[in-house]
């Protein structure tokens, strides 16, 4: 007999809503490994402030030392005013979810944003702008500002800061690469996000993507100005497929994506290219809802679809997911977070089982 393949998952529930919405995702990953003759083995690590009040630091040794041996990694979400205070280096978000990307090297960041069917009016945009809408965001996730050195000083009469945002052209090479291959099995259309009538840094970016454009010559690459893109996404949002952008203008750009589609909860994203690849779901810890099981597990689940993917090659399991997910819609199962009338309201938990069900079943 064939011997069933295993993959080692690292999970790190962290803080607010992170736990249920986990629990969740590995309880579907679960199923698609009853359907698809797999095994998925599970292995929590604390992460962001439940790490820090246990142990006194958001990103402890063995947390990142589990992650380097596992297969892939999924978190839940970290952070809250609970630790909002701290000094940075011990807030979740500078304390381990930067030092967490940088480590593992993942410096392409996915982060798709699209409507279901059976979601469209739950945009603020009219129906008709966002229908169908189903575009990516490939954001640079470890360079940039972000990891720039940084500096505050007292000075006569005030202070003065600096931060530095610095790109070699390899790294740019690396994650435009990354763009170019998805859109190759999209639509095609890559769009090339910069400020090259400012910055010096984008000029570099535009010429190094440009470069790689005959690489591809099924691709059809443009450049557009973030400021222009800010308010393309806005006025006609599918006119664009693969969206390839730095650090911070895709920090920027992704939430005004996600808002979109009107519903945050839903949307999965993958942080990939370094060695063991990253899958969270886009939206924040939410604490005020914490412990109350009525928020949405889609996103976290769906970001399961996208590790099965990305990391695991699992491409009819990733699709059985997202299949499963887009059927609980179409049969009127919805969390508090996108009920309409004449659905039917579900908990956390309830809508995972009925998602886990559904793959089972197949
Ligand atoms: C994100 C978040 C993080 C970021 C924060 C929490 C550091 O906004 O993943 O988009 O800015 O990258
Ligand atoms: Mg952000």
Known sequence: MAETKQYRIAVLPGDGIGPEVTAEATRVLTAVGERFGCTFQFQEALIGGAAYDAVGHPL?????????????????????????????????????????????????NLRPAFVFDALANASTLKKEVVEGLDILIVRELTGGLYFGQKRREKIPGGERVVETLEYTSAEIERVARFAFQLAQKRRKKLTSVDKANVLESSRLWREVVSALAADYPDVELNHVFVDNCAMQLVRNPRQ?????????????????????????????????????????????????????????????????????????????????????VAAALEQGYRTRDIMEPGCRQVSTSEMGEVIAELVEKG
């Open 60 to 108: 402890p040794p063995e947390t990142l030392e589990l992650c380097q041996q596992s297969d892939a990694i999924l978190l839940g979400a970290i952070g809250g005013p609970k630790w909002d205070s701290l000094p940075v280096h011990l807030r979740p978000e500078a304390g381990a979810l930067l030092p967490l990307r940088k480590a593992l090297d993942v410096y392409a």
């Open 240 to 324: 664009f497929d693969v969206l390839l952008t730095e650090n911070m203008f895709g920090d920027i750009l992704s939430d005004q994506a996600a808002q979109l589609t009107g519903s945050l909860g839903m949307l999965p994203s993958a942080s990939v290219g370094g060695s063991v690849g990253l899958y969270e779901p886009s939206h924040g810890s939410a604490p005020k809802y914490a412990g109350q099981g009525v928020v949405n597990p889609i996103a976290t689940i769906l970001s399961g679809a996208m590790m099965l993917r990305y990391s695991f090659g699992l491409e009819e399991a990733a699709r059985a997911v997202e299949e499963a």
